[in-house]
């Protein structure tokens, strides 16, 4: 079956750096796009970023551009999250996903999941 594992989460301060990263298995993980989301209880999960099947195209939410990046080792079937210049607000579950055909912002289009892995950044 399809595991998306994610991984790398944890406390922080703000200002600080993190790499999430989200293992893939049970699929054919080069032919997958695949996306980052984040929730707070209480909230909507939202979307973060997401990349293209080669790695070629990404997307980042207007709130976290320019400091976060998504990018993906088919070789290794894992896409990263790098989280730089964190902020209190940043704090959340992260979650990964994979859909073979969906490239957009609705968490409801994305077929997979991960379990998430929490963040919490201090100020």
């Known amino acids: 079956q399809v595991q998306l594992v994610e991984s790398g989460g944890g406390l922080v301060q703000a200002g600080d750096s993190l790499r999430l990263s989200c293992a893939a298995s049970g699929l054919t993980f080069r032919t997958y796009i695949m996306g980052w989301f984040r929730q707070n209880p209480g909230k909507e999960r939202e979307f973060v970023a997401r990349?293209?099947?080669?790695?070629?195209?990404?997307a980042e939410a207007d709130s976290v551009k320019g400091r976060f990046t998504i990018s993906r080792d088919n070789a290794k079937n894992t896409v990263y999250l790098h989280l730089n210049s964190l902020k209190p607000e940043d704090t959340a579950v992260y979650y990964c996903?994979?859909?073979?055909?969906?490239?957009?912002?609705?968490?409801?289009?994305?077929?997979?999941w991960g379990q998430g892995t929490q963040v919490t950044v201090s100020s």
């Open positions: 990349i293209s099947k080669s790695g070629g195209s990404t």
């Open positions: 996903a994979a859909d073979k055909t969906y490239w957009g912002t609705s968490r409801g289009s994305y077929h997979y």
